[in-house]
């Protein structure tokens, strides 16, 4: 029985019926080719060597691909089978929205501890909290297929990562210690241990100094080839819209005005995957003092509806961020997290929104490369699984009870009333989706070799 390119296979056990999806992945070179074209085209315009180093940067492997891909994943999402652990409460969680491997790393919070934490958030939105687990799932794979892991491994992976995930779950049922749990180097081994301690041998001197450089007594922006000069009415737009982002930052959490001062603005290229074809810039601003010794560096990125919306449209009330779609992000973020960066805050140039917060010296990328044997693989996933629990329990009504107004933890360790036929779900649609990634990887490959428009 075949789903547009799918198909869905009930199969019948001894204990009860579940439904097990079985995806028949295809190559759908068209599809691929067109989505890529219809998500991309926007920004062609403002940032075509963008999206051409997004072209390369996908073509390297399946799991770079996924990476670019939230949008492809979620038209999909849109016509393939429900899991059949949901309700009407756990279609609707505050999802992080891109959960893949690389979307983790460790970083200095606003309270000073060095945590290891979800560090994305663009594609914050309301959905099925099986969306992010499926996500996360399926660039396992992708991820363990590429260092090398066996198939079994990888499977296993995927079913270490749900179990952490289900029982931390368990665990925050009934109480509120999802609002003050966190990964540290007290409770974290293996390379996700090294990748917080990464963080102490880090300094504001020595990020500054990669940057910038001062002359005459002033802090500037070096030339470098990822930090090019803006057009002098761009600099002069986002000085203008600095005071509307002071203002979104909340007073409790506000300097003085004098802190936000611009001292230079650059636009930032190559950085990310799903992201590269928006616009990014780096702004340096004074900081505490006058010494240039405590500048800072604001990270303002432009943000755009999240790909999530795209297979549940309106779930997200626009009133919950005032439609605008840096708002949104910003609000994912502080739902999703704690202790979160004070300068968190969004503006507009036009019509346009950007996000804007601290590019933290204090900012360590999670490197998935390093997961080369099962064991050190396992105790990753393992904490990933912790972190996205956490993340999903403390966005219900914790964070704000006029948005969602039960609790997630207690939903979804109710819902999941088999762990076993779960996890045995996910596995499935995992190895299935990613099959269909490696189709789709391909696709974008002989697209390039053709010369195919992509955006």
Same mark, same amino acid.
């Given at each position: 029985?075949?789903?547009?390119?799918?198909?869905?296979?009930?199969?019948m056990? =001894?204990?009860?019926?579940?439904?097990?999806?079985?995806?028949?992945?295809?190559?759908?070179?068209?599809?691929?080719?067109?989505?890529?074209? +219809?998500?991309?085209?926007?920004?062609?315009?403002?940032?075509?060597?963008?999206?051409?180093?997004?072209?390369t940067?996908?073509?390297?492997?399946?799991?770079?691909?996924?990476?670019?891909?939230?949008h492809?994943?979620?038209?999909?999402?849109?016509?393939?089978?429900?899991? =059949?652990?949901?309700n009407a409460?756990?279609?609707?969680? $505050?999802?992080?929205?891109?959960?893949?491997?690389?979307?983790?790393?460790?970083?200095?919070?606003?309270s000073?501890?060095?945590?290891?934490?979800i560090?994305?958030?663009?594609?914050?939105?309301?959905?099925?909290?099986?969306w992010?687990?499926?996500?996360?799932?399926v660039?396992?794979?992708?991820?363990?297929?590429e260092n090398?892991?066996?198939?079994?491994?990888?499977?296993?992976?995927?079913?270490?990562?749900?179990?952490?995930?289900?029982?931390?779950? +368990?665990?925050?049922?009934?109480?509120?210690?999802?609002?003050?749990?966190?990964?540290?180097?007290?409770?974290?081994?293996?390379?996700?241990?090294?990748?917080?301690?990464?963080?102490?041998?880090?300094?504001?001197?020595?990020?500054?100094?990669?940057?910038?450089?001062?002359?005459? =007594?002033a802090?500037?922006?070096?030339?470098?080839?990822?930090?090019?000069?803006?057009?002098s009415?761009?600099?002069?737009?986002?000085?203008?819209a600095m005071?509307?982002?002071?203002?979104?930052?909340?007073a409790?959490?506000?300097? +003085?005005n004098?802190?936000?001062?611009?001292k230079?603005?650059?636009?930032?290229?190559?950085?990310?995957?799903?992201?590269?074809?928006?616009?990014?810039?780096?702004?340096?601003?004074?900081?505490?003092?006058?010494?240039?010794?405590?500048?800072?560096?604001?990270?303002?990125?432009?943000?755009? =509806? +999240?790909?999530?919306a795209?297979?549940?449209?309106?779930?997200?009330?626009?009133?919950?961020y005032?439609?605008?779609?840096?708002?949104r992000?910003?609000?994912?973020?502080?739902?999703?997290?704690?202790?979160?960066?004070?300068?968190?805050?969004?503006?507009?140039?036009?019509?346009?929104?950007?996000?804007?917060?601290?590019?933290?010296?204090?900012?360590?990328?999670?490197?998935?490369?390093?997961?080369?044997?099962?064991?050190?693989?396992?105790?990753?996933?393992?904490y990933?699984?912790?972190?996205?629990?956490?993340?999903?329990?403390?966005?219900?009504?914790?964070?704000?009870?006029?948005?969602?107004?039960?609790?997630?933890?207690?939903?979804?360790?109710?819902?999941?009333?088999?762990?076993?036929?779960?996890?045995?779900e996910?596995?499935?649609?995992?190895?299935?989706y990613?099959?269909?990634?490696?189709?789709? $990887?391909?696709?974008?490959?002989?697209?390039?070799?053709?010369g195919?428009?992509?955006?």
């Amino acid at each position: 029985m075949q789903r547009s390119t799918f198909a869905k296979i009930l199969l019948m056990t =001894s204990s009860a019926l579940l439904a097990t999806q079985v995806l028949a992945a295809t190559p759908r070179y068209s599809t691929v080719v067109s989505s890529l074209y +219809s998500f991309n085209h926007p920004y062609a315009a403002q940032a075509s060597n963008e999206l051409a180093t997004k072209m390369t940067k996908m073509a390297v492997s399946p799991f770079s691909f996924y990476r670019g891909t939230s949008h492809l994943f979620y038209k999909d999402m849109m016509t393939l089978p429900a899991s =059949s652990y949901t309700n009407a409460s756990t279609n609707k969680v $505050w999802l992080q929205g891109d959960m893949h491997l690389q979307n983790f790393g460790a970083l200095r919070d606003d309270s000073s501890n060095d945590i290891f934490d979800i560090n994305d958030f663009d594609e914050g939105y309301f959905g099925a909290y099986v969306w992010d687990v499926r996500r996360m799932a399926v660039s396992i794979i992708l991820a363990a297929k590429e260092n090398g892991l066996s198939s079994t491994d990888r499977q296993q992976l995927v079913r270490d990562f749900i179990d952490t995930y289900l029982n931390k779950n +368990s665990e925050f049922k009934g109480t509120s210690d999802e609002l003050t749990y966190r990964l540290t180097t007290a409770n974290t081994s293996e390379v996700v241990k090294d990748t917080i301690q990464a963080l102490a041998g880090k300094s504001r001197s020595s990020f500054l100094a990669k940057y910038t450089a001062i002359t005459n =007594s002033a802090r500037k922006f070096q030339n470098l080839t990822d930090l090019v000069a803006v057009p002098s009415a761009t600099y002069t737009a986002i000085n203008s819209a600095m005071s509307s982002y002071i203002s979104s930052i909340p007073a409790a959490k506000r300097y +003085s005005n004098s802190y936000y001062a611009v001292k230079d603005i650059r636009q930032k290229l190559g950085s990310g995957v799903g992201s590269l074809g928006k616009m990014r810039y780096y702004v340096l601003v004074q900081g505490a003092t006058t010494s240039t010794s405590d500048d800072v560096i604001l990270e303002m990125k432009q943000q755009s =509806s +999240s790909t999530v919306a795209i297979a549940a449209p309106n779930l997200m009330p626009a009133s919950a961020y005032n439609s605008n779609q840096a708002y949104r992000m910003v609000r994912s973020a502080k739902a999703m997290s704690s202790n979160t960066d004070r300068l968190y805050g969004y503006t507009t140039l036009g019509s346009v929104a950007y996000s804007l917060r601290e590019k933290s010296p204090f900012q360590e990328d999670f490197d998935y490369t390093l997961l080369t044997s099962y064991g050190k693989f396992k105790t990753a996933v393992e904490y990933m699984g912790k972190v996205l629990a956490r993340a999903h329990s403390m966005s219900d009504q914790d964070y704000d009870a006029t948005l969602i107004t039960y609790s997630i933890d207690k939903q979804i360790t109710d819902v999941v009333t088999s762990s076993s036929s779960f996890k045995d779900e996910i596995v499935n649609f995992s190895l299935d989706y990613a099959a269909q990634v490696e189709y789709d $990887w391909q696709s974008l490959k002989t697209a390039q070799q053709n010369g195919a428009t992509l955006y």
